[in-house]
């Protein structure tokens, strides 16, 4: 994952959406793939477990 990219997480129960930076990112999942930190992942409003996350470009 590129440090300049930031991620957006989408819960897809509760329709909640944050943004994380990079270093945010590398933060909170350390240096596994997305996909299983998508896996990993836990909404914090409705703690379901169907996020999906989008990696957006630098601006
Ligand atoms: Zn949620």
Redesign the pocket.
Known sequence: MRFKASIRLD?L??A?ARTMTGPQAVTAFGSCPLESAERRLR?S??G?RSARLTVLPPV
Do not use: A, F, P, V
């Open positions: 819960c129960d509760c909640s909404c409003r409705c379901g």
